[in-house]
C-alpha cells in the first residue's frame, strides 16, 4: 500500500519527547482548530508498511467557562456509517497558565483507556506527546492555514529509543467554523 498523504520529506514529527520540559505555548495557540474538518488518515505498521487510508471528520468546541480557564474539547471519528456519532476519540484539553503548556485527556470509545498528553508551541508547530499505554507518539500540527492543516506522529514502544516515523499522518480541511 502506497503512502496516501504526501508531506513535504519524510522525517516524521521529529522532536525529542524530552522538549515537554521546556516547551511553552498560550492560551490562544490551538484556537484555529475550533469548527468541524475533515480528514483523511493512515497509518503505518510496525515493519513500515502503510495501511488503506480513510477519511473521516473531527470536531472542536471550546467550553464557555466565563473566563475561567480554557477548555477546548474534541471529537474524532472515522467515518463508519456502522458506528454512532458518538463513537471514536473524544479528548479534552486544559490550558495550565502556570506552566504555560497545555494539558490534554483522550479517551476512544473502543479502548476506554485514558491518554494523557501535553501540548505547545514551536514556531508554526504545534507539538504534542501522547501517551497509549505502553507506547508513546509524538505529534507535529503543521502546514497550518485557516482550513486546512498536516498532522503527523511518531510511535515509540521502546521509551524513545527507537521512532517508527510518520506512524500515522493526516491531512485535515475544514468543513466549518
Known sequence: ????????????????????????????????????????????????????????????????????????????????????WDAGTWTYRAYNPERKIWEM????????????????TAGKSRLLTEWYGPMLVRFRYFGIQPDKFLWRADATFDRGKTWITDYWTMEVHRVSR
Open 1 to 84: 500500500m502506497p503512502r496516501a498523504i504526501l508531506l513535504p520529506d519524510t522525517l516524521g514529527a521529529n522532536f525529542a519527547a524530552a522538549d515537554t520540559l521546556t516547551g511553552t505555548s498560550g492560551p490562544a495557540d490551538y484556537d484555529f482548530l475550533v469548527g468541524t474538518w475533515r480528514f483523511t488518515f493512515q497509518a503505518r505498521r510496525r515493519d513500515g508498511s502503510f495501511t488503506p487510508a480513510f477519511t473521516g471528520h473531527w470536531v472542536f468546541t471550546q467550553k464557555q467557562t466565563g473566563g475561567q480557564g480554557v477548555l477546548p474539547e474534541d471529537h474524532w471519528r472515522p467515518d463508519d456509517a456502522a458506528s454512532t
Open 105 to 120: 485527556r483522550g479517551v476512544n470509545t473502543n479502548v476506554g483507556a485514558w491518554q494523557p498528553g501535553l501540548m505547545w
